[in-house]
């Protein structure tokens, strides 16, 4: 059998394409190596009637592109039934390996990856590994331009027999897999290879693979609604899905006295109490057995000044379709539609502007949609417009961005974590961690990560949680946390958490209130580069915002002399800290403890353009508010 592989180092890194097309490719024969910028060359492939061109972007001297471009003669069509992108990279700073999924809900795993096996698709995360060294610094970070299609990403340590460890390279492959059946018919296929070599944090080194993304993708960011910073209550953690209208209208209520704008109804508005199918939970008609009259009820909350939000699972949509629209496989019909059909995707698309219509809510937090599988192949026999799944998703989920901007453009969409990825933000307002109860260092770093490539939309902070036992303390360190970490926003039942709760609410939302806009439209960085980011630093127009949460940094550089900064130490070490850039003058340090209830207040002198900070104190978490006099 003739050699269908092609064989290039490509910024440093060796790489091999395999492309199994129909009609059947041959031998691929460079025919032309052509310069390029740089010293490089553009490579041009023959195979039969292929043609099959590899050439360089150059966005730095660290950071290329290389562009994959392939078609036949006449652009007469063609099947990929399989392409698979495989790259060695010497274990040079190679200390650390992760796929986006791997620092997602109980998967967390930033270390040497011995094996990575991940998917990403539309539906769920992004064609992206990061090799990083040992200090978070980017080693190497390899992703693709396509994120719409599924692509299987493996990885591990390559075997080199004999030559013992040392000479292992890291072997990474991409694979964009499409069975028999329904391999997508291309006249032109387009993708690139992303390479990133350059020495930064992979905070940065996820953004300019990001930006990378948005340009090429032509993204433009819808403008960001005004409801859309406001502090959210969610109904799941305080009753998951026994509730009722009275009890929401309830807790709307004193949500509102706390300072909350937004009432998040999940599962149970539209399902039964004994719950059995994720289908009900599509269902765009409320259960009349709990919320006889959801559409008063909603008006209601709304007649108090708040937003309405529902929790949606629009990928499941099965009870409205005909049954032979469900999704089938070899072992049986699937609880869910077949997205790949127009029928269906019309009906998802007309339920949701239904939902907008009938209830009039201000948004949807969608569920689910990582739940199908991109593994599957569909045997519905009935029609399909798309081949691949990630098409489907793509389309389903921009037509309703659409359909619901026409009827509120100020309408949210949330997405969790796996969904709320590059390929989906013009389809969504807020990228919302994985499940997060009880554990704010987890909500927290799940925002770091989102961080990473929100620009354009808004990150939100999962639904944090408490026992109403819980140490007044504690609670504040949950606060301080959501409040610094996207729009906050709390699961809690408001009717049985003691008086001092309520207050600790009410006072950290009021200071998100006082400077949301800054807190959600300032540039967000991590300052401990090793999870779970332990220390972040907001930079908004006028003032700057630090949360240190476990590690103290020893230094914090700011990108110009702020007039007021926060800091907000939540951790029990001594806040022993220089604030760097060129500070000058005097400044107030008022210090408010967690009941924000002011506990000192000192003048401080600046020196060398610096501001050193060192304060003992026993009752974590505290305030620091440093104001230029
Ligand atoms: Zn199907």
Redesign the pocket.
């Known amino acids: 059998m003739k050699e269908d592989t092609i064989n290039e180092v490509l910024s440093g890194v060796k790489f091999s394409l395999t492309c199994n097309l129909y009609p059947l490719v041959d031998e691929w024969e460079c025919i032309n190596e052509k310069p390029a910028k740089g010293k490089r060359t553009v490579y041009e492939y023959l195979s039969g009637d292929y043609r099959l061109t590899l050439s360089l972007q150059e966005i730095d001297e660290f950071v290329e592109v290389w562009h994959i471009s392939l078609r036949r003669k006449n652009n007469s069509s063609f099947m990929i039934e399989n392409l698979k992108i495989k790259s060695l990279v010497p274990m040079v700073g190679v200390y650390k390996v992760w796929h986006t999924s791997n620092i997602s809900g109980a998967d967390f795993a930033t270390e040497l990856r011995w094996r990575v096996d991940a998917r990403s698709c539309a539906n769920t995360f992004d064609p992206l590994v990061l090799m990083l060294n040992s200090d978070g610094m980017n080693s190497c970070t390899v992703g693709l331009l396509n994120q719409t299609y599924e692509t299987k990403i493996t990885g591990g340590m390559q075997s080199v027999k004999g030559l013992g460890y040392q000479n292992k390279m890291y072997q990474l492959n991409f694979s964009r897999f499409y069975p028999v059946g329904i391999n997508p018919r291309f006249s032109h296929f387009e993708d690139a290879i992303y390479i990133s070599k350059k020495r930064e944090d992979w905070f940065d080194s996820i953004r300019r693979y990001t930006s990378f993304i948005d340009k090429k993708r032509g993204y433009k960011s819808y403008p960001v609604s005004s409801i859309a910073i406001e502090p959210l209550w969610h109904s799941w953690y305080a009753f998951l899905e026994c509730i009722n209208q009275e009890q929401i209208y309830k807790q709307a209520q004193l949500a509102k006295k706390l300072g909350t704008k937004t009432v998040m109804i999940d599962a149970g508005w539209n399902n039964s109490k004994d719950w059995g199918a994720v289908s009900e939970s599509a269902s765009i008609s409320p259960n009349r057995e709990t919320f006889s009259d959801f559409e008063k009820m909603v008006k209601d909350i709304k007649g108090m000044g708040m937003n309405v939000m529902l929790r949606w699972t629009p990928f499941h949509l099965s009870r409205e379709v005909d049954k032979r ?4 496989t070899a072992d049986g019909t699937l609880p869910y539609p ?4 127009p029928e ?1 995707q019309n009906k998802i698309v007309w339920a949701a502007k239904k939902i907008f219509q009938d209830y009039e809510v201000d948004g949807l937090w969608y569920d689910t949609l990582d739940k199908i599988n991109p593994d599957l192949v ?7 417009n798309y081949a691949t799944l990630g098409e489907s998703v793509d389309e389903i989920l921009k037509r309703i961005r659409k359909v619901v901007n026409d009827i509120n453009p100020n309408a949210l969409l949330m997405f969790r974590r796996s969904h709320a990825n590059i390929n989906n933000k013009p389809y969504l307002t807020h990228l919302w961690p994985a499940d997060s109860p009880f554990d704010y260092d987890k909500n927290r770093r799940e925002v770091v990560v989102m961080k990473s490539y929100s620009s354009g939309v808004l990150t939100h902070a999962c639904c944090t949680c408490w026992s109403s036992k819980e140490e007044d303390n504690v609670v504040a360190k949950h606060l301080a946390s959501i409040v610094l970490a996207g729009v906050p926003s709390i699961s809690v039942d408001l009717t049985s958490i003691p008086q001092s709760h309520k207050q600790l609410i009410k006072r950290w939302f009021n200071f998100y209130h006082q400077h949301k806009e800054e807190l959600m439209h300032g540039d967000f960085k991590p300052l401990v580069l090793n999870f779970p980011s332990a220390a972040i630093k907001i930079e908004g127009k006028e003032e700057a915002f630090v949360g240190v949460f476990d590690v103290i940094p020893g230094n914090i550089i700011f990108s110009k002399a702020f007039e007021k900064i926060y800091l907000v130490n939540c951790s029990s070490n001594i806040l022993d800290t220089v604030l760097m850039d060129s500070f000058s003058g005097t400044f107030s340090v008022r210090i408010f403890n967690y009941m924000w209830k002011e506990a000192s207040l000192t003048n401080l002198e600046s020196t060398r353009g610096q501001l050193r900070i060192d304060i003992t104190r026993n009752d974590c978490p505290y305030i620091v508010e440093l104001k230029k006099l």
Do not use: S
């Open positions: 629209l469900l999704a089938k077949c997205l790949r059909n269906v569909c045997i519905g026999g009935h029609k399909h």
